[in-house]
């Protein structure tokens, strides 16, 4: 049956719609949502910028664990399936990571901002989102309908745990010690990679409040020049480490710890000098 479905959507297949949900489909991934967050960060609110990572963060992080527990195969390669993005389809195919990413950052987004203009995105982006990852051949329905859920349950799970925690490192620190708890069910690519940039939000977070401490209210041009200055950073970095590192589950971990780090924690000490 859900062969069925896939084949279906995928018989409106043209150059158009794989442009467009390739492109949507990107809107989920980890740079995109690295420098989204970084955005909330430096322009916006600080805090709301911490609770939309850790949000996104630790929900994926869940999201690598219980592909982990079901091991269920992706359609990749079944019949009639033509499947595209498959460098970004790494790991099992329960629940979708992508339309959770999507379900999650635009429901923590709404919760953080409550406008209109949001809410409207939040029923629209996900559910692209989870039709781009059926559309390019990756994931099954069950896999997106759960994937959506989950977005929308954890991105309320964690806006109570962010208000109701006062020590925040310990909050985090309790998340990073029970995500590994499914270190026995296995080791995937996506799993280390999560796990690193949780470890690397941690002591970003950690060295930036003793260390750093930058001030959010400067005036609105600053605010986006520090923006942009990050995003060429964050770009150096992610490209530089991803063309020296080597290709192993140790390397991994430490790739992405170090940019979440470098990101969130490194980056804002030049604040003090971009005038």
């Known amino acids: 049956m859900e062969l069925q479905i896939l084949r279906f959507i995928q018989h409106f297949k043209c150059d158009f719609l794989d442009v467009l949900f390739e492109t949507i489909s990107i809107t989920a991934e980890d740079f995109f949502i690295i420098l989204l967050i970084s955005e909330v960060l430096w322009i916006f609110n600080k805090k709301s910028g911490e609770f939309l990572a850790f949000s996104i963060i630790s929900g994926l992080l869940f999201n690598c664990g219980i592909?982990?527990?079901?091991?269920?195969?992706?359609?990749?390669?079944?019949?009639?399936?033509?499947?595209?993005?498959?460098?970004?389809?790494?790991?099992?195919?329960?629940?979708?990571?992508?339309?959770?990413?999507?379900?999650?950052?635009?429901?923590?987004?709404?919760?953080?901002?409550?406008?209109?203009?949001?809410?409207?995105?939040?029923?629209?982006?996900?559910?692209?989102?989870?039709?781009?990852?059926?559309?390019?051949?990756?994931?099954?329905p069950k896999d997106v309908v759960i994937g959506l859920l989950l977005g929308v349950a954890f991105s309320y799970l964690s806006l109570f745990l962010f208000n109701?925690?006062?020590?925040?490192?310990?909050?985090?620190?309790?998340?990073?010690?029970?995500?590994?708890?499914?270190?026995?069910?296995?080791?995937?690519?996506?799993?280390?990679?999560?796990?690193?940039?949780?470890?690397?939000?941690?002591?970003?977070?950690?060295?930036?409040?003793?260390?750093?401490?930058?001030?959010?209210?400067v005036r609105l041009p600053k605010r986006f020049l520090r923006w942009f200055v990050g995003v060429i950073f964050i770009a150096i970095v992610y490209f530089a480490m991803?063309?020296?590192?080597?290709?192993?589950?140790?390397?991994?971990?430490?790739?992405?710890?170090?940019?979440?780090?470098?990101?969130?924690?490194?980056?804002?000490?030049?604040?003090r000098f971009i005038k």
């Open 67 to 140: 592909k982990n527990i079901f091991k269920l195969e992706r359609p990749i390669g079944q019949e009639g399936i033509e499947s595209e993005r498959t460098h970004t389809a790494t790991g099992y195919s329960f629940p979708s990571g992508h339309t959770q990413n999507s379900a999650t950052l635009w429901t923590s987004l709404y919760l953080l901002f409550k406008k209109r203009a949001l809410k409207i995105i939040l029923f629209i982006l996900p559910f692209l989102t989870a039709l781009s990852r059926l559309y390019l051949g990756v994931h099954y």
């Open 164 to 217: 109701k925690f006062q020590n925040r490192t310990l909050l985090y620190c309790i998340v990073f010690l029970v995500s590994l708890l499914f270190i026995p069910f296995g080791l995937s690519e996506d799993y280390v990679k999560t796990l690193g940039m949780f470890f690397g939000f941690i002591l970003s977070s950690l060295f930036e409040k003793k260390f750093v401490n930058y001030d959010i209210n």
């Open 242 to 271: 991803k063309l020296t590192f080597p290709d192993n589950l140790g390397a991994d971990f430490l790739r992405y710890s170090i940019l979440i780090f470098s990101a969130l924690g490194i980056y804002p000490l030049a604040f």
